[in-house]
């Protein structure tokens, strides 16, 4: 996958503060204020810098943790994972595979078949609904 680079102030002209601070300052949205989480409907979600895919709504399942949850990314190198020992806790960082922006972390108590909770921010996410499953 073809990486996407620009530099904090590019990044700044085209995020919103949120998204900023979330994407290329690794920060966190309060748990279940993100527009995303009881979203149901069918479709895409795409990382908000770059638009590089990142899940399907098939993976999406109600963890009960207060962010966006999917058990899958939509293809492998979608994203990447890093080692965060931020606030005293071991965990895996995830981000876009194509801009490197921070979308949160993963955690190994999810559903079948993966085991997997990718709990994602919903500022780092943009939905695209699809309306034929096919």
């Not at 949160?104 to 919903?122: I, K, Q, Y």
Request: hydrophobic fraction near 30%; proline fraction near 5%; include cysteine.
């Amino acid at each position: 996958m073809e990486k996407v680079k620009k530099t904090d102030e590019e990044w700044r002209k085209e995020l919103t503060p949120e998204q900023y601070h979330i994407l290329r300052e690794k920060g966190t949205e309060r748990a279940w204020t993100g527009e995303l989480l009881e979203n149901k409907d069918f479709g895409k979600y795409t990382c908000a810098a770059c638009h590089n895919e990142l899940f399907i709504s098939d993976t999406k399942f109600d963890s009960g943790c207060g962010w966006p949850s999917f058990f899958a990314p939509i293809k492998k190198d979608a994203v990447e994972y890093h080692i965060d020992k931020s606030f005293g806790m071991i965990r895996t960082e995830v981000t876009c595979g194509k801009c490197g922006g921070h979308l949160g972390h993963v955690f190994h108590d999810g559903p079948p078949p993966t085991g997997e909770r990718f709990c994602m921010n919903s500022g780092a996410l943009k939905f695209t609904p699809i309306s034929d499953r096919s």
